[in-house]
């Protein structure tokens, strides 16, 4: 990587010099947005002659890959196109998913993002509940199944939230529809993909783990204990359903945080930051109150279940106050987020530098896709988790 003014002396081939200490800078918009085109002068005799108005990042690749390198002064608006030539047919695939498919794939994204984090969870729920069955301790913890979600939370967030908004729960789509204006129309088929999601991974799951999960039966069997333990949240059919009572409270702890991440004056949850503080909080929440099964997603517990009455037939289905426990994180988080906007939110305060910078990006982007590859305007989200 090239010297960009921090003090190196090593000049490597191929990169350049900007000549300004960035360190110097409190605030790294003072140099992006706020000063006028940099003049970037190349120090090296290899560099392109052509390159004397060029973003940062154009050196950030190899020496190949700039050739002819793409020109930019430092305040405009860089998009990928302008910065990275793709295959014609992700191209033209992107043009016609935009006018033509974009709630499938924003549905789509929601579906793998609940897949993400419920494999990851469901992975680590069978190798606890397995390996106690089986007597093989030490192959699992229920810190490892609060970390494996909160892991799944992050990567669920990271890869799919850009495209559909990053929902991943219904409840968290139906807040959006009371207080955001969120369509109903789509809040339906979000809902739909994110159960869908959750059974998809159940099934990957038992796939996965189907010869295990036998002998654990086998054994529940020869010890004369399947009748009372398998339909249990310490049973085979707990790795999916959900076999709990409601636990509002603690429904109602999740919903303030994301809440919290949500707020675009919060100096404490940048949008970067947000996944993770999620994330976290899901696994603080298994690791203190999940002893005895966790229902804190509307789609992780109904897709598990449908799961696992697939699997069991209904002998699965929880009994009949099941879907209290199924439904109560929805209530719960749509009471948090009313009490953060009613008593926390404060509309004096002012957006962070890093929500600035989101939102000035996302909403570049909607514009960009607006004018050259979808007729139909499209509202600017206020924030993606």
Not at 2 to 23: N, Q, W
Not at 25 to 52: A, E, H, M, Y
Not at 272 to 289: D, S
Request: one cysteine or more.
């Amino acid at each position: 990587m090239g010297s960009l003014g921090l003090g190196s002396d090593a000049i490597v081939p191929g990169t350049c010099s900007i000549g300004l200490d960035l360190r110097s800078l409190r605030n790294p918009s003072d140099f992006i947005g706020s000063w006028p085109p940099i003049s970037i002068k190349p120090t090296d005799s290899q560099v392109p002659n052509s390159l004397s108005h060029c973003h940062p990042r154009a050196f950030f690749c190899r020496r190949n890959d700039w050739n002819p390198a793409p020109q930019f002064a430092l305040h405009q608006n860089v998009h990928l196109v302008d910065f990275e030539r793709r295959p014609a047919i992700f191209r033209s695939w992107e043009r016609m998913r935009y006018r033509r498919a974009r709630w499938f794939i924003e549905c789509l994204a929601e579906m793998f993002g609940v897949f993400f984090y419920c494999y990851a969870g469901l992975g680590a729920t069978a190798t606890f509940i397995v390996s106690n069955i089986l007597k093989a301790n030490g192959f699992g913890s229920l810190f490892n199944i609060g970390f494996a979600y909160g892991v799944g939370i992050v990567v669920a967030i990271i890869v799919c939230a850009a495209t559909s908004g990053g929902h991943f729960s219904p409840a968290v789509t139906l807040v959006h529809v009371l207080f955001n204006g969120f369509p109903p129309v789509k809040a339906v088929r979000y809902i739909i993909a994110q159960i869908l999601g959750s059974f998809l991974a159940s099934m990957s799951v038992y796939w996965q783990w189907n010869v295990l999960i036998k002998e654990a039966e086998a054994a529940l069997r020869a010890g004369g204990l399947y009748d009372a333990q398998n339909f249990t949240s310490l049973g085979p059919a707990g790795i999916f359903a959900f076999y709990a009572n409601p636990q509002s409270l603690l429904d109602f702890f999740i919903g303030v945080a994301i809440s919290a991440c949500l707020d675009p004056t919060n100096f404490f949850t940048p949008p970067a930051a947000a996944p993770w503080v999620i994330g976290l909080t899901y696994g603080t929440a298994i690791w203190g109150f999940a002893s005895n099964g966790l229902a804190a997603n509307t789609a992780r517990d109904v897709g598990g279940r449908l799961a696992a009455m697939a699997i069991w037939g209904t002998k699965a289905n929880g009994g009949r106050y099941a879907a209290i426990a199924a439904l109560t994180n929805i209530l719960a988080t749509v009471l948090a987020y009313a009490f953060y906007e009613f008593v926390l939110k404060d509309s004096s305060r002012l957006l962070t530098a890093a929500e600035k910078e989101f939102y000035h990006g996302r909403a570049a982007g909607l514009e960009h896709r607006e004018r050259y590859s979808d007729p139909v305007p499209v509202l600017i989200p206020r924030r993606v988790v």
